[in-house]
């Protein structure tokens, strides 16, 4: 018996991109009617401040979250987030104001700019909510498989935190034409009257999470026929990665890791990658040595000890390397217990410690690391000796992250929240599989601004 699942998919980020850059163009088309005689190249310098604040306030509204929360139904932590945004963007763009106050745009023009660029995020909820709930914007997306792999598709869709909203529960029951099985509940069909399902649900995807497909003549030929008429007919495993940004460990089979695309990223890669880590290590060292020292103060200041703390972790091809980091927990502080994961509430942090993960502070002395090429900006991060034997017992395809250089800063940490357990090493292992499939320039920078999201807005661990 094979079953489906129907689901409807929102991905609005382009809407709102694009949305913001016609705001642009509306708000300095003015000048540009009002100036026939003057070149595009000089209204926009004349405007460059203006152009300026209307850039800043998307970003913030982006690294701050309020355009992934368009489509969550709590809009008291969508309120919350734009209004921090609009205040955060302001205090970053003020200092370039007052530095430079021939770029100041006026008050009149940058209140407009706020005003318009806030309340544009709003129409924007209100009326992509508006279209979703007539399927007038979206994807219909169909599951299909006839086991528990296809239902727990299904649940991490509904339980997921993406940008995708459900229909109500509708399952189908689909038997071959000649099954002699009798259905046991939900609308009874055949493999022929899966062409009618996608055409009257509006369907544009169908996600197979099933085992034995290729075995099946009857479904795939019905596949061949949806694929045939336009449809995308993909693997569970292919279209959960799209979804949620992570590799799905419960249907990872051998044969999928060595057959296919990403694993292997071009060859100009990992030297580019290493000089430009090196370049922006010592960078960092240099900029931020004011703040080492200050940072060294604190520490002292407020618990014993020393200033940073050395741990070894496994590295690359699993060779052992000391991490440096500023010490944020008592000097004892693993003394009776032995190796334990830190968790969010640690009664061990000290109060400047506490301040320092929030911010991520702490992780700064690895820049050393970086620099003697035991770690890299971006990477899985690593673990201690302790419990990377421990994982490698419980949970599957573990030692496939020591495959990639370890990170101050990764995937799984920018998108999973702080975890402590087996389970937590589970989530974050499908985001570090990701990252290594998917290696690239690009995806280091998304990594990296990212990260300069959760500094900024302190949410970190």
Not at 50 to 65: D, E, H, Q, S, T
Not at 159 to 178: A, E, M, R
Not at 183 to 199: A, K
Not at 295 to 311: E, H, M, N, T
Request: proline residues 5%; contains cysteine; hydrophobic residues 45%.
């Amino acid at each position: 018996m094979i079953r489906v699942w129907h689901y409807w998919i929102a991905r609005p980020k382009a809407f709102i991109m694009a949305s913001h850059c016609m705001l642009m163009v509306a708000l300095l088309s003015p000048s540009l009617w009002g100036s026939q005689a003057h070149s595009l190249s000089v209204v926009l310098q004349n405007n460059l401040g203006l152009i300026l604040l209307l850039v800043a306030l998307p970003m913030c509204f982006y690294f701050n979250g309020s355009a992934t929360l368009i489509l969550n139904p709590n809009f008291r932590l969508f309120l919350i987030r734009t209004a921090s945004s609009v205040v955060i963007g302001l205090l970053l763009i003020l200092p370039l104001f007052l530095t430079f106050p021939n770029l100041f745009p006026g008050y009149g023009l940058a209140g407009v700019a706020v005003i318009f660029s806030t309340l544009l995020l709003f129409g924007l909820r209100s009326l992509l909510h508006w279209l979703i709930e007539r399927r007038k914007f979206g994807e219909g997306l169909l599951i299909l498989g006839s086991g528990d792999l296809a239902k727990k598709f299904y649940d991490e869709l509904v339980n997921g935190k993406n940008h995708l909203v459900k229909d109500p529960p509708h399952t189908i029951s689909i038997f071959p034409i000649n099954s002699l099985e009798g259905p046991d509940s939900g609308e009874v069909i055949n493999y022929d009257e899966l062409r009618e399902i996608t055409r009257r649900d509006r369907i544009s995807r169908i996600v197979v999470a099933e085992a034995n497909a290729q075995n099946s003549e009857g479904l795939a030929v019905a596949l061949l026929d949806c694929k045939l008429r336009g449809l995308e007919v993909e693997q569970a495993i292919e279209s959960y990665e799209q979804l949620n940004g992570k590799i799905w460990l419960e249907a990872l089979r051998p044969e999928w890791l060595v057959y296919s695309d990403g694993f292997n990223p071009p060859k100009y890669y990992l030297p580019l990658k290493r000089f430009f880590e090196t370049f922006c290590s010592l960078l960092l060292v240099v900029l931020a040595a004011p703040l080492f020292a200050l940072i060294a103060i604190l520490i002292k200041l407020d618990s014993k000890g020393p200033v940073l703390f050395r741990q070894v972790r496994v590295g690359l091809h699993g060779r052992d390397f000391v991490l440096l980091k500023f010490r944020t927990m008592r000097q004892d502080a693993e003394q009776e217990t032995g190796p334990v994961w830190a968790c969010e509430q640690d009664k061990r942090v000290t109060r400047v410690g506490k301040f320092l993960r929030q911010y991520r502070l702490d992780e700064l002395p690895q820049a050393f690391n970086v620099l003697r090429g035991e770690m890299s900006l971006v990477g899985p991060r690593p673990e201690r000796p302790y419990f990377v034997e421990l994982l490698r017992q419980r949970v599957p395809y573990y030692r496939l992250r020591h495959y990639v250089k370890p990170g101050i800063t990764g995937w799984a940490q920018v998108l999973y929240p702080y975890g402590a357990s087996v389970e937590d090493a589970y989530e974050k292992l499908q985001y570090d599989l990701y990252y290594a499939k998917h290696m690239s320039l690009g995806f280091d920078l998304r990594i990296l601004l990212n990260t300069v999201r959760i500094v900024l807005f302190g949410r970190g661990r």
